[in-house]
């Protein structure tokens, strides 16, 4: 069992930064995928970050050059550094984790509110 609890979202202008945390319990976080993924309004959930436990990381090409995905072993946490927010960033932010060689997320955090104003 793990338990991901995500922080960090907020308001914040457009042209601004963010950094999301995504806090782990269990003691094999070093070697879980982590994931982050968002849902905007009105939109399906999708796929944004990920990354494996030698720390080698695969983005979605839209936000390739902006989000920046990074982990803390030593902390059981992952992080996601969004700069340069666009309103249409706006979205509830998830993270989860998943075993090596598993194709699916099988633990999810509940999810921090993003919200980029004009």
Do not use: H
């Not at 922080?7 to 982050?36: K, N």
């Not at 309004?41 to 990074?70: D, H, M």
């Not at 060689?101 to 099988?106: E, I, L, N, R």
Request: glycine fraction near 12%.
């Amino acid at each position: 069992q793990v338990q991901l609890v995500e922080s960090g979202g907020g308001l914040v202008q457009a042209g601004g930064s963010l950094r999301l945390s995504c806090a782990a319990s269990g003691r094999t976080f070093g070697s879980y995928t982590m994931g982050w993924f968002r849902r905007a309004p009105g939109k399906e959930r999708g796929f944004l970050a990920s990354i494996n436990w030698s720390g080698s990381t695969t983005y979605a090409n839209s936000v390739k050059g902006r989000f920046t995905i990074s982990r803390d072993n030593a902390k059981n946490t992952v992080y996601l550094q969004i700069n340069s927010l666009k309103p249409e960033d706006t979205a509830v932010y998830y993270c989860a984790s998943r075993l090596p060689g598993q194709m699916t997320y099988d633990y999810w955090g509940q999810g921090t509110q993003v919200t980029v104003s004009s």
